[in-house]
């Protein structure tokens, strides 16, 4: 029919019709017997509202219909809701509540399809809140407003009687705390202010009571476990009933109870604390406490402080085992080695790889790594230790593969050291030693192929030899000839030879000469033996001596008394060597030659004579010199070459910068030469001054601190 004969439907009558249809809605939510709604019911329902909403003023009705719909919830909460609600307490009041607020979206959803005309254009035409807001506002108006404390409080209530152990019905409380969120309306206001920020207080207290008793009763590592499993619960509370946005809050709040609150008590617990956890080696503990500690604000740093001074106290213990028994400085660096993949392994597994507990480790290391140990110093121990190794694997017979690891273990040991110079120094002149006596195994390239070369030569000389008679030196010679960079620096043009020594010593240049013209040979006789036959009455005896001690018996040759002064003017040397050598050949072991006066000590005073009674049950004998002080000369040399590096890092340095203040020029030299040492701020200062002396760098007329590099 057409919209003119289309009869008008009144308030009245259209409303009455209307609320037959909700009476029977209300019945199924009821549960009382009622037929299902048919979509005629539907069609019938829907078109009475648009037919409502349709007519010509003053009969259109939209304005009414649509007070009217949020009167039929707010009649319906006030009669029949809210009662039901009121008598219930607890978990029953929960229960109940959860069943009303199905029943309510449910009643939402199916009168916003009967009056869903409203919303098409009468709501949208005067900007109201479409019907399902108007429905579900309607519960919060009511309902929710007059109940959420009642509810927080039974809820928090079962959480913690969750805590305490018991069983609770934790689907129930997950639908309970979607009204919280579903309240809200997209929105989380009303869950975090209405429930989540009493919960977490509640959660605080909680565990504030638990931590209070357990830090009391309980060893360092029993608590952890506790805090560990406490956590695991919360997550599991959040992942079964709380919104997934109260993890981190909740988790906050457990881990500064159980944790901050009581981190130093903890760590510091006299039987069963950090120290002591390392001291026992209590891997699992540890992880834990990591694990546990990593999560809280600045946790780690008193963790790792403890680490740091055990690491240290344990490092000084073998300073100290060192220093007590001399033997000891051997098995000193074998021992820290160890330390270190302990602890490192401690670093790499308990603490995660965390930068941390590396600082830590490198800081303590680096205390008692540059300590020193009895009179030596660790760069010193540990090129001692390389070359111990480098010997054929030392006294441990150790494989290649073995040699190897130790030696890459010596590398990061030496990254403490703050001397880095003097342990090259050290390991330079052992490893030339052991080159030269074929000792070992061979480790740094230039200096191997150089000896290679040498023993080429070698082989070419005696060819040389053989094919030119006249060439014959009269006594058998070998050569190692070695390229000078590559080898530490020795003494050398220091010794006359004696006679026969010097036409060996020609026949050499001669042969050399035919190889390379421009090659300047230096002999190096301090690094010489030589086997000499000695013509005593007894018996013949071979002597194995330095070329320095058989230059001086040489002498004895030709004279059979020769007084100190005149050893010293034959021989061209410095009164220590004579010292040295007279001493190794009178008052050692195997008195070669008769010393008056017959006392311990050389003095400049003596006189020598050839002691042809000398007999020995051996044919053959080595007749030691003693050792230079090496160390001394090591460090000598080490500290000559601070003072150059010094020079050229102040002269590279003030020569980008032009001008520079003393603070300043002191920093930027600390930090350039870092590396390899920590060069002393008075040696510095003393290079500036020499370099100001030397016309370098001249002082500012005006600023006593200030320098200018002068080109």
């Excluded at 959660?203 to 956590?231: F, G, H, Q, V």
């Excluded at 390392?278 to 503990?285: F, Q, S």
């Excluded at 680096?366 to 020193?372: D, M, V, Y």
Aim: charged letters at 30%; hydrophobic letters at 35%.
């Amino acid at each position: 029919m057409s919209m003119s004969e289309r009869k008008t439907i009144d308030l009245e009558q259209g409303w009455d019709f209307m609320q037959k249809g909700i009476t029977k809605l209300k019945n199924i939510l009821e549960g009382l017997p009622e037929p299902q709604f048919s979509s005629e019911d539907y069609m019938m329902l829907y078109t009475t509202i648009y037919n409502m909403c349709t007519q010509k003023p003053p009969h259109d009705y939209s304005q009414q219909l649509y007070d009217k719909y949020r009167e039929s919830f707010e009649e319906y909460i006030l009669s029949t809701v809210l009662p039901s609600l009121r008598e219930k307490h607890d978990e029953f009041m929960l229960r109940e509540l959860v069943k009303r607020w199905a029943n309510h979206k449910i009643m939402v959803r199916w009168l916003s399809r009967f009056f869903h005309y409203l919303d098409r254009y009468f709501v949208a035409r005067r900007s109201l809140p479409i019907l399902n807001e108007v429905g579900l506002t309607c519960f919060r108006d009511l309902v929710y407003n007059e109940l959420n404390v009642k509810v927080r409080d039974a809820v928090i209530s079962l959480i913690d009687q969750e805590r305490e152990g018991e069983q609770i019905d934790r689907a129930l409380l997950k639908n309970v705390l979607d009204i919280f969120v579903e309240i809200g309306m997209g929105q989380m206001d009303h869950y975090e202010n209405d429930f989540e920020a009493a919960m977490l207080k509640d959660t605080a207290a909680y565990y504030s009571r638990k931590a209070s008793n357990w830090i009391l009763e309980d060893s360092c590592p029993d608590y952890m476990l506790k805090a560990e499993e406490c956590l695991k619960r919360e997550k599991d509370r959040v992942a079964n009933y709380l919104h997934s946005s109260s993890e981190p809050k909740l988790l906050e709040k457990v881990q500064h109870e159980l944790l901050s609150v009581y981190a130093n008590q903890l760590l510091e617990k006299e039987h069963s604390g950090c120290h002591a956890l390392l001291r026992d080696d209590k891997v699992d503990d540890l992880s834990r406490m990591f694990r546990l500690f990593s999560k809280i604000p600045r946790g780690l740093d008193p963790v790792s402080s403890i680490f740091k001074q055990h690491v240290t106290t344990e490092g000084m213990a073998l300073v100290k085992q060192a220093e007590d028994a001399a033997s000891n400085k051997k098995v000193f660096v074998r021992k820290v080695i160890e330390l270190h993949d302990k602890y490192l392994a401690y670093v790499n597994d308990c603490f995660q790889n965390h930068t941390l507990f590396h600082k830590a480790l490198k800081e303590a290391f680096e205390i008692f790594c540059n300590k020193g140990v009895a009179g030596s110093s660790s760069a010193e121990l540990l090129a001692t230790f390389c070359d111990n190794i480098l010997k054929k694997g030392g006294s441990e017979k150790l494989s290649d593969e073995a040699i190897e690891e130790t030696l890459e273990k010596v590398v990061k040991l030496l990254a403490y050291i703050s001397d880095k110079d003097l342990f090259a120094e050290f390991y330079r002149k052992k490893l030339a030693r052991r080159l030269l006596f074929d000792k070992s195994m061979l480790f740094c390239s230039h200096q191997v192929t150089d000896l290679t070369l040498a023993k080429e030569n070698q082989t070419s000389f005696e060819e040389y030899l053989s094919n030119n008679p006249n060439a014959d030196p009269g006594i058998d010679l070998t050569v190692t000839v070695l390229t000078t960079g590559f080898w530490p620096s020795y003494k050398s043009f220091d010794l006359n030879l004696p006679a026969e020594m010097i036409r060996c010593v020609e026949v050499f240049k001669e042969f050399y000469q035919t190889k390379t013209k421009h090659r300047k040979l230096t002999w190096i006789y301090s690094l010489g033996t030589c086997n000499i036959s000695g013509k005593f009455e007894p018996k013949t005896v071979e002597l194995i001596v330095t070329t320095y001690q058989a230059s001086a018996l040489l002498l004895f040759n030709s004279s059979d008394r020769l007084s100190y002064s005149d050893i010293m003017t034959q021989l061209n040397l410095s009164d220590d060597d004579v010292i040295r050598l007279l001493h190794s050949l009178s008052c050692a072991k195997y008195k070669i030659l008769n010393k008056e006066p017959n006392t311990k000590t050389i003095s400049s005073s003596d006189y020598f004579e050839f002691n042809s009674k000398f007999t020995d049950k051996m044919r053959r004998i080595k007749i030691p010199l003693p050792p230079v002080d090496e160390k001394k000369k090591v460090i000598e040399d080490v500290d000559k070459d601070r003072r150059y590096a010094i020079d050229a890092s102040i002269v590279r340095i003030m020569k980008s910068r032009k001008v520079l203040g003393y603070q300043q020029l002191v920093m930027e030299c600390v930090e350039q030469l870092g590396r390899m040492f920590k060069p002393d701020v008075k040696a510095i200062k003393k290079r500036i001054e020499d370099l100001i002396s030397r016309d370098y760098l001249e002082r500012d007329k005006d600023n006593a601190n200030l320098f200018k590099y002068l080109a």
